[in-house]
């Protein structure tokens, strides 16, 4: 008798919900690893192309591309920890591959695909672009891409090696994060992987790595205009005293924290089943969520701080920059809640 | 057998046989509703995680939401009087009298009495605190003077919390009593508004003219009123969501069930979905938290998050249902129900300056 969705249970996996003491430590080590690691001087001047690649291998040193890997390949936690490391990468700004590096990582382990130690070199997840070519998502240290095509049937996903592929930077909004294209001829396929799974179940975990990013992007926006209207002086009073102004942060915290709490399913599922429907659906959701938190609170920064937000000093913009850039990658939000629309009413028609 | 897969056992024994086909059907029959209440009580199911003399099973608060969960999603019947188990229960476990809970708490709980919240007035709204109804202790008694209004299901309810102002000269927050009114006292009068639609829950004015009641009625300290009515109203509030998660479930099960309403509709179903999935993953984080033994700020986004989403829930199934040029009555009175959702308990307005300020650490207004 039961009229439940299909992807909502009762039963609850507690020990993913209750925030463990690895998670909680986990998370702060990286929120004071990021602060000391790098400053917004740098994440400006990545912003603008520079690169940085003298951070990577401190992100490897210390451990970040091991977590949420299994522990009998070097690995630590699961992947609701690396969401939570994410979502401090995410709120820092990191102008390193990590997220694009773990969004790779986790595509292969959810399909299974051998996967033998933490990556030590920076790794993408490439889609194909409209003239066919891969498009990598901030790949331009990227040694090897994790290439995920939908075929009849199911997906499947090459390992390309691009040491010596032409890698075609694209002009794009975030240079801290520059997608690059490359074509098939110029990358050597090391290993080519099928999944019975359709593509939205495939790229289930990787929408968790990014909505974790996103959901961190957003926090930290709103961090600052919070810390801005608690400061700036009009009228007399904090502008934070006036309504207008507590409703709009109000509204904003509510939309990060409706996106963190998908992604803390999203999570929750994809360490149970990474292929499942559940995982599926909530992934999808909670990168949409993700964008949709990530643009408005970094859109709200801007407002808050007045003429001063659309400076080049002002951090602002490169929250506007990294959740527009970041956004788009996996599914725009409408895209996504349309699909999953859809997706339910074809359900309901079943039943 | 696990609580759940006895819960389970416990709705297909209650319920009928063609509860989950017909459940909407099943919305307005009172008996139901009324007798699914008291079965919840006399079998533990009604607050779960309470003891088992006040109708509860000891369960522990993460057995408890599963078994809450499991009931939203077969649509379990809504009691009858709401406010008596998810406000009025509370503050007697919290601030009651030994006698007092000896007293109330049984027929509260099974829904055989109901409870009146006699707070707003025409002059206190949002602004509680300024409320005027006032006590004046004369012997063994309060002698009670002034004015309540939209006071739900006054008229249909056998006792009333009421809240009255007992030192005039006291800060306003600091001089306001709760008091437990027996609604059949001599000198009460209350009067059903005529409300803008049958599916809106009748709401009343109550009018207390020289009412007397007796001193013992105190619930909580004197002058200790405010506390009463604070914590009331945060009472529950990490399982309260459960209902507007409910509720949209039960507005968008038309649509999902019907033929596709047409692409133009799928952005804005999508978004309701992940609310949805959003409001229960964030009461299963409220909860986590309390697990681990920290304080949680998340509860306090649930009342303005859920109500907002119930709302809009409502609204689209409404249009959804207007598609092929005609609104039919059933999906608007869902809708104009859902309007009070953000106005009663603390309007939305009210939940984003307390959001603001508690939560965010913006300073109070002028």
């Given at each position: 008798?039961t009229i439940?969705?299909?992807t909502?249970s009762?039963d609850?996996?507690?020990?993913l919900?209750?925030p ?13 690893h990021?602060a ?6 740098d994440?400006r001047?990545?912003?603008t192309g ?12 210390q451990?970040?591309?091991?977590i949420g ?7 630590i936690?699961?992947?609701?920890d ?7 990468a ?5 102008p390193?591959p990590l997220?694009?590096?773990t969004?790779a990582?986790?595509?292969?382990l ?16 490439a889609r194909?672009d ?5 498009l990598c998502f ?9 290439a995920v095509?939908?075929?009849a049937?199911?997906?499947s996903i090459?390992?390309?090696?691009l040491?010596?592929?032409?890698r075609?930077?694209l002009a794009g909004?975030?240079g ?10 110029d990358a050597?396929v090391l290993a080519e992987?099928?999944?019975d799974a ?9 929408r ?7 959901v961190?992007v ?11 209207a608690l400061r700036?002086?009009q009228?007399?009073?904090?502008i934070g005293s006036f309504?207008?102004?507590?409703h709009?942060?109000a509204d904003a915290?509510v939309?990060v924290?409706?996106?963190r709490s ?12 990474p ?8 992934a999808?959701l ?7 938190a990530?643009?408005r609170?970094?859109?709200l920064?801007v407002?808050?701080?007045g003429?001063?937000g659309l400076?080049?000093?002002?951090d602002?913009?490169l929250?506007v920059?990294?959740?527009?850039h ?12 349309a ?13 | ?5 006895e819960?389970?056992a416990f709705?297909e024994?209650?319920l ?5 086909e017909?459940?909407s059907?099943y ?7 009324t007798r ?8 533990g199911?009604?607050?779960p995680e309470?003891?088992r003399?006040r109708?509860g099973?000891?369960?522990?608060l ?8 499991e009931g939203a ?14 406000v009025?229960a509370p503050?007697?476990?919290?601030f009651?009298?030994?006698?007092q809970k000896?007293?109330?708490l049984?027929?509260?709980?099974r ?8 707070m707003?007035e ?6 509680l ?5 006032t006590a004046v202790?004369?012997?063994?008694v ?5 004015q309540k209004v939209?006071t ?7 006792w ?8 005039p000269d ?10 437990i ?13 005529k409300?803008a ?6 709401f009343?004015?109550v009018?207390l003219?020289?009412v007397?009641?007796?001193a013992?009625n105190?619930l909580?300290?004197?002058?200790g009123?405010w ?9 529950e509030r ?6 507007n998660w409910l509720e949209m479930?039960?507005a968008?099960?038309?649509v999902?069930r ?5 692409a133009?509709?799928?952005v804005?179903?999508g978004?309701?979905?992940a ?7 964030t009461g ?8 681990a033994?920290?304080?949680t700020?998340?509860?306090g ?11 809009e829930?409502a609204?689209f ?5 207007g ?25 939305s307005?009210i939940?984003r ?7 965010l ?6």
């Amino acid at each position: 008798m039961t009229i439940a969705s299909a992807t909502t249970s009762s039963d609850i996996d507690w020990d993913l919900y209750v925030p463990s003491e690895q998670m909680v430590e986990l998370e702060e080590a990286a929120r004071d690893h990021f602060a000391g690691l790098f400053s917004a001087a740098d994440v400006r001047a990545a912003v603008t192309g520079e690169a940085l690649d003298h951070l990577w291998p401190a992100i490897v040193e210390q451990g970040y591309t091991a977590i949420g890997l299994p522990a009998e390949t070097d690995g630590i936690g699961g992947l609701v920890d690396l969401a939570a490391v994410l979502e401090q990468a995410g709120r820092s700004l990191l102008p390193a591959p990590l997220l694009a590096t773990t969004a790779a990582t986790q595509t292969l382990l959810a399909i299974r695909a051998p996967v033998e130690e933490p990556p030590a070199e920076p790794s993408t997840l490439a889609r194909r672009d409209h003239g066919g070519a891969w498009l990598c998502f901030d790949g331009r240290s990227a040694t090897t891409a994790v290439a995920v095509a939908e075929r009849a049937g199911g997906c499947s996903i090459r390992v390309l090696s691009l040491e010596s592929a032409d890698r075609r930077p694209l002009a794009g909004v975030d240079g801290a994060r520059a997608d690059v294209v490359v074509v098939d001829g110029d990358a050597v396929v090391l290993a080519e992987h099928e999944s019975d799974a359709d593509l939205d179940a495939v790229l289930a975990s990787a929408r968790v790595c990014a909505a974790a990013d996103l959901v961190g992007v957003a926090a930290g926006a709103l961090d600052g205009g919070i810390r801005h209207a608690l400061r700036r002086e009009q009228f007399g009073r904090t502008i934070g005293s006036f309504q207008a102004v507590k409703h709009l942060l109000a509204d904003a915290y509510v939309l990060v924290e409706r996106a963190r709490s998908l992604t803390r399913g999203a999570a929750v599922e994809a360490s149970r089943d990474p292929l499942g429907a559940a995982a599926r659906r909530l992934a999808m959701l909670a990168k949409a969520a993700a964008a949709d938190a990530a643009t408005r609170s970094a859109e709200l920064h801007v407002q808050l701080l007045g003429a001063m937000g659309l400076t080049w000093e002002s951090d602002a913009p490169l929250f506007v920059r990294r959740a527009r850039h970041t956004g788009p990658f996996l599914g725009m939000p409408d895209d996504l809640y349309a699909r999953v629309g859809a997706e339910s009413l074809t359900e309901g028609e079943a039943r | 057998m696990t609580a759940l897969d006895e819960y389970r056992a416990f709705l297909e024994a209650t319920l009928p046989a063609d509860y989950a086909e017909r459940y909407s059907e099943y919305r307005e029959d009172i008996e139901l509703r009324t007798r699914f209440q008291a079965a919840s009580f006399d079998e533990g199911w009604l607050v779960p995680e309470w003891p088992r003399e006040r109708g509860g099973r000891d369960l522990p608060l993460t057995e408890a939401l599963s078994v809450r969960i499991e009931g939203a999603l077969r649509r379990v019947p809504r009691q009858m009087n709401i406010q008596a188990t998810g406000v009025v229960a509370p503050a007697l476990i919290q601030f009651g009298t030994p006698e007092q809970k000896e007293r109330y708490l049984r027929p509260t709980l099974r829904g055989e009495a109901w409870w009146a919240l006699g707070m707003s007035e025409p002059g206190a709204g949002s602004d509680l605190a300024s409320l005027r109804t006032t006590a004046v202790r004369r012997g063994d008694v309060f002698v009670v003077n002034g004015q309540k209004v939209w006071t739900t299901q006054a008229n249909e309810s056998r006792w009333c919390t009421l809240y009255v102002r007992t030192d005039p000269d006291a800060p306003k927050h600091r001089g306001i009593t709760c008091l437990i009114l027996d609604m059949d006292t001599p000198g009460v009068t209350a009067r059903a508004i005529k409300t803008a639609g049958p599916s809106i829950d009748s709401f009343c004015e109550v009018f207390l003219d020289d009412v007397e009641i007796p001193a013992e009625n105190i619930l909580g300290e004197l002058n200790g009123g405010w506390r009463v009515a604070m914590s009331a109203l945060e009472h529950e509030r990490d399982m309260i969501w459960i209902n507007n998660w409910l509720e949209m479930q039960r507005a968008l099960d038309p649509v999902l069930r019907g033929s596709d309403p047409g692409a133009h509709t799928h952005v804005r179903l999508g978004r309701l979905l992940a609310d949805m999935e959003a409001i229960r993953l964030t009461g299963i984080r409220t909860v986590g938290a309390r697990m681990a033994g920290g304080d949680t700020p998340l509860s306090g986004i649930l009342k303005l998050f859920g109500s907002e989403s119930v709302q809009e829930a409502a609204r689209f199934a409404l249009e959804v249902a207007g598609g092929d040029g005609h609104a039919p009555l059933a999906p608007f009175d869902e809708y104009l129900e859902s309007m009070a959702a953000t106005i009663y308990g603390g309007t939305s307005e009210i939940q984003r300056n307390i959001i603001a300020e508690r939560i965010l650490g913006l300073p109070k207004g002028a």
